[in-house]
């Protein structure tokens, strides 16, 4: 069972940056998908950034040129850089891993608030 904890989240003004942080309890990133997704109320969770385990970056179109995900494997932890932050970024953002072709392995961190506001 694979556990990740999320940090870094809090209240940044429009413009500002946030750099997330998630520490997997294993060495997984040889194997795993490693994703951030967030939630806002009343929306449905979606995918933000995600890196293979060969290192191909995607990310959802809102944040393209803004966000920068990232990882450090020997300290197991992936990174969301968010710079110019908008009022619509607000979420609770989720740290995800998942393995390939195992429906089962997938595992997700308990969330950290991320707030854009003057």
């Known amino acids: 069972q694979v556990q990740l904890v999320e940090s870094g989240g809090g209240l940044v003004q429009p413009g500002g940056s946030l750099r997330l942080s998630c520490v997997a309890s294993?060495?997984?990133?040889?194997?795993?998908?490693m994703g951030w997704y967030r939630q806002a109320p009343g929306k449905q969770r979606e995918l933000v950034a995600r890196?293979?385990?060969?290192?191909?970056?995607t990310y959802v179109e809102s944040v393209k040129g803004r966000f920068t995900i990232s990882r450090v494997s020997p300290k197991n932890t992936v990174y969301l850089q968010m710079n110019s932050l908008k009022v619509e970024d607000t979420a609770v953002y989720y740290c995800n891993a998942a393995r390939p072709g195992v429906d089962r392995e997938n595992y997700w961190g308990q969330g950290t608030q991320v707030t854009v506001s003057s």
């Open positions: 294993e060495n997984i990133f040889s194997i795993y998908v």
């Open positions: 890196i293979t385990s060969a290192g191909s970056r």
